[in-house]
């Protein structure tokens, strides 16, 4: 489990620490101008987003590498910046996904397993036999 509430920066409670909050608050202090980030798809409490996107405006001329360095450093352990890469200024992480997957990891054993705690959830194994196999779900907005 993380210290983290949700990717979202518009949580209810304003007290909490989200991804997009430490995230904005890092590049800013880094760049020295306010940055608002915007993901690609949103997280609950407990949920670890892998491979997400996001997408904010940088100051002309920005290393990329060293800010990328700089925001691991004051967001460790919990967010970690694999890559930035610049983009056409049109592009929006959230509008311009073209498809997003999901993947819920169910630990199917009696004893947990204090390694996987943080992404998994624990289950008596009866409930799962009707999981067993590959699903699409379509979502329309």
């Not at 590049?27 to 980030?37: D, H, K, N």
């Not at 004893?111 to 624990?122: C, E, H, N, Y």
Request: with cysteine; hydrophobic share 30%; proline share 5%.
């Amino acid at each position: 489990m993380t210290d983290l509430y949700s990717t979202d920066t518009q949580s209810i409670n304003q007290d909490v620490k989200t991804v997009a909050g430490e995230l904005d608050s890092a590049l800013s202090q880094i760049l020295g101008t306010e940055i608002v980030t915007t993901c690609a798809g949103r997280t609950d409490r407990g949920v670890h987003a892998q491979g997400q996107v996001i997408s904010f405006d940088a100051p002309e001329g920005t290393d990329l590498l060293k800010l990328q360095h700089s925001v691991n450093r004051i967001c460790r352990p919990w967010i970690v910046v694999t890559e930035f890469n610049e983009t056409s200024s049109e592009f929006d992480a959230r509008f311009s996904a073209n498809g997003r997957t999901y993947r819920y990891r169910i630990l199917n054993q009696k004893t947990p397993d204090p390694f996987l705690t943080s992404t998994t959830k624990p289950t008596r194994p009866s409930p799962l036999l009707s999981l067993i196999g590959s699903y699409y779900f379509l979502c329309s907005l």
